[in-house]
């Protein structure tokens, strides 16, 4: 089991995304994956840049579809949330996928640099982890 932020999601679900082929091997290594509920969101957010390039309406439905069918989504309490952000200088949104790879103490595959930088002992760049070979 796995948390994974929105970045990982878009790349697995949406083939031409630089992460693609990253987020492939990261799911081959773990197909149990977790994500925040404010995923779908962030999600949203990334796809309405994608349509407004031109991609079908019908493309990005899909791949929203995809994404909140390959992970289990879990609501935090602000308790869990607010303890990250006072620790460190991260959004509330990545605080929460930090938050949740403690709660359920797992690591956390992701390609924000910051998460990475302060949470260097619970977060694992996509890159690392989609290349680590399954013991």
Known sequence: MIVVDV?????????????????????????????????RSEFRSIAAGHLRRGE????????AANAQLA???H?????????????SSLSAYDAEYVALARRLGV??????????????????RLQDYARTKIR
């Open 7 to 39: 970045s990982v999601l878009f790349g697995l679900v949406v083939k031409r995304d630089a992460y693609h082929a990253l987020a492939m091997g990261a799911r081959r290594r773990d197909p149990d994956w977790q994500a925040t509920r404010l995923f």
């Open 107 to 124: 690591v956390l595959v992701t390609t924000d640099r910051e998460i990475l930088g302060h949470y260097p002992n619970l977060a694992v």
């Open 56 to 63: 079908p309406l019908q493309n990005v439905m899909a791949a």
């Open 71 to 73: 992970v289990t989504t």
């Open 75 to 87: 609501e935090l309490t602000d308790q869990e949330v607010f303890a990250v952000i006072q620790e």
